[in-house]
């Protein structure tokens, strides 16, 4: 069996995996021809959008949050869990794994637009190799990367959790 640093290296080749600014490693693979209106902004989009993103070394996507839904696939590697924080302060925690061998996971979970989330791997020694699919389709533009202390004030309860996965704040606003 491969290791983990050499297989991470074949999937990033592979791939053509890319630095995410989040954390981790992507390629978008699917981007909807067909184009959707936003009601409250008015803005064409893509339909749905789908990328490929990788977890591993030191790596976690950071507290963000974006205007649509997301929905989460598991590939390979170990599972990975994703937290999101609602409007009312409620954290939960998903697993997303491989529920053939993992009895606690979820092959797909959705995070709801708006939403804070973050995910890290359940194991730090291994990867975790994964896809999200998002309707109506992701622009960075519609990315917000969240200010750790802002939302640690906003949701004290869960400051430890935050912090441990938390960046500074970069332009990008939802």
């Not at 791939?15 to 600014?21: I, T, Y």
């Not at 750790?148 to 332009?171: N, V, W």
Request: net charge negative; hydrophobic share 35%.
């Amino acid at each position: 069996m491969p290791s983990a640093s050499s297989a991470v290296n074949r999937l990033i080749q592979q791939f053509d995996l890319r630095p995410h600014p989040e954390g981790g490693y992507y390629r978008e693979t699917y981007r909807c021809e067909e184009r959707v209106q936003r009601l409250q902004s008015g803005r064409e989009r893509s339909a749905s959008t789908a990328i490929y993103y990788l977890l591993s070394g030191d790596a976690y996507s950071a507290w963000h949050r974006i205007r649509s839904d997301e929905l989460w696939h598991f590939y390979a590697g170990c599972p990975l869990g994703i937290h999101v924080l609602d409007d009312a302060g409620q954290l939960r925690t998903l697993r997303l794994g491989n529920a053939l061998e993992e009895p606690d996971t979820v092959f797909q979970a959705v995070v709801p637009a708006r939403c804070w989330f973050a995910a890290e791997r359940i194991d730090r020694q291994s990867y975790s190799f994964v896809g999200c699919t998002v309707a109506p389709g992701f622009e960075f533009s519609e990315f917000e990367l969240a200010d750790t202390a802002e939302l640690q004030m906003q949701y004290p309860q869960h400051a430890k959790l935050i912090g441990r996965l938390g960046r500074a704040a970069d332009s990008s606003h939802v």
